[in-house]
């Protein structure tokens, strides 16, 4: 259902911010200085259950909105009519900071934040729907982390919204449960999407592209859950050869640009019926935080699993890309194996495994890693061993693993059909009038 197509007068709380030529019976967006102090006094003084709808027009803000009410839904005009602008944004480092659960934002954009354009903290049962964030002036350092920013959450909708320019990533879930992020298009950010120590996500009908990394699956030590079990699915993810802009030290900054999906350090991913193409560095790459480059920053904790298992690969499409690596060692990789002229492979594994596991000096690789792609390249550059076995062969993945199920979000329904019932009564009301 789209529910833009309905009203909900009963529950709509207009925002002024528009001004109507007499002349005309059109209005006409305008600027409003003291739009911010009123949208955050509805924020405040809102009750569960009530819809703040945001007329077309353009708003500047200079600090952030705070929602700490469940049961709202914030309601603009469309993506491309409703604008809050923080371009000026002098306190506060988000543009929205939300702690409350049964939360709805859509059909309005978010431009320029200081720092996170939308952060979720700590809920239950989230839709971000038709949302645009963006930094109007192009990939830069000095952009805000994350665009859509969901941390330790639980039931998750990301779907039919744009996100471009964020310094890290531009659709992020963390540490959170049941994800799904679907229809989306994210562009000109370091990561296009990124899942990290989140249990249990599906990744599919989106664009990634232009950005350093299209779809990140991480997980990191010392948070409070370790991540597994995402689906990416049915993506075009393709041309992510931005240069990395991420500030030094985070995460995603020893990213290579030209990496279309890339895993680090998690277990059950599946991968499949997705088209990857002209991602300069690999169309997939398979790694541990130990080849990661994060030796500094982010030292392995003695009850972090470093050790990337259980991925299955199969059914995507594939298409040029690995002519130009990101990083320096992987460029001599590339010249040492290919030539000059040739490129690494579709697929890109760093090799290490769990040496636990080893049994007779070999890995299982078929509890690792399983390809059913038969046109992809495979290259596994053996870094447990110091690069002293790199193998293009590819057979010994040549196995299956168990398909894991969708994600259910039961929400939605209870969601859905209470809009219903509210429509279905303020339509039989107007029938009685």
Avoid at 243 to 265: D, Q, R, Y
């Amino acid at each position: 259902m789209s529910y833009s197509r309905f009203m909900i007068p009963a529950l709509a709380v207009l925002l002024a911010g528009c001004s109507e030529d007499p002349s005309s019976s059109a209005q006409v967006p305008t600027p409003e200085k003291s739009f911010g102090k009123k949208l955050q006094t509805q924020l405040v003084m809102a009750q569960p259950g009530d819809v703040i709808e945001i007329p077309e027009g353009f708003y500047e803000l200079d600090r952030s909105l705070t929602l700490s009410v469940d049961g709202v839904t914030i309601r603009g005009a469309g993506m491309d009519k409703t604008i809050l602008s923080f371009k000026n944004q002098v306190a506060g480092a988000e543009g929205m900071m939300v702690t409350a659960s049964d939360f709805t934002l859509e059909d309005l954009a978010i431009e320029d934040t200081k720092g996170d354009s939308i952060k979720i903290n700590q809920a239950k049962n989230i839709v971000i729907r038709r949302v645009r964030s963006e930094w109007t002036n192009g990939p830069s350092t000095e952009n805000g982390s994350y665009g859509f920013y969901p941390v330790m959450t639980e039931n998750t909708l990301i779907e039919d919204s744009v996100v471009i320019g964020a310094s890290d990533a531009g659709i992020y879930v963390g540490q959170s449960y049941n994800v799904v992020i679907r229809n989306n298009r994210a562009e000109y950010n370091v990561a296009g999407y990124e899942i990290e120590n989140t249990i249990g996500a599906d990744v599919y009908n989106n664009v990634a592209t232009n950005n350093t990394g299209g779809v990140l699956i991480f997980n990191m030590p010392y948070l409070t859950q370790p991540g597994h079990s995402t689906r990416i699915y049915n993506n075009e993810i393709y041309s992510n050869n931005t240069e990395n802009f991420a500030p030094k030290g985070t995460a995603v900054a020893s990213v290579p640009a030209g990496s279309g999906i890339l895993i680090n350090s998690n277990d059950n991913v599946e991968i499949f019926g997705n088209n990857l193409k002209d991602n300069d560095t690999a169309n997939i790459i398979v790694s541990s935080l130990l080849t990661a480059d994060y030796q500094e920053e982010y030292k392995v904790s003695d009850n972090f699993d470093p050790f990337p298992e259980g991925i299955f690969i199969y059914d995507n499409t594939y298409s040029g890309g690995g002519t130009s690596p990101g990083r320096l060692e992987l460029k001599a990789l590339k010249v040492a194996q290919f030539g000059l002229t040739g490129r690494l492979p579709d697929i890109l594994w760093d090799g290490v495994v769990n040496p636990k596991k080893l049994a007779d000096g070999k890995a299982p690789v078929d509890t690792i890693l399983c390809i059913n792609d038969a046109a992809a390249g495979f290259i596994n550059v053996d870094a447990s061993n110091d690069f002293k076995g790199i193998s293009t062969d590819k057979s010994p993945h040549n196995c299956q693993m168990q398909k894991m199920a969708a994600i259910d979000l039961g929400f939605l329904d209870s969601q859905q059909k209470s809009t219903l019932s509210t429509l279905e009564s303020s339509d039989n009301t107007s029938k009685e009038g």
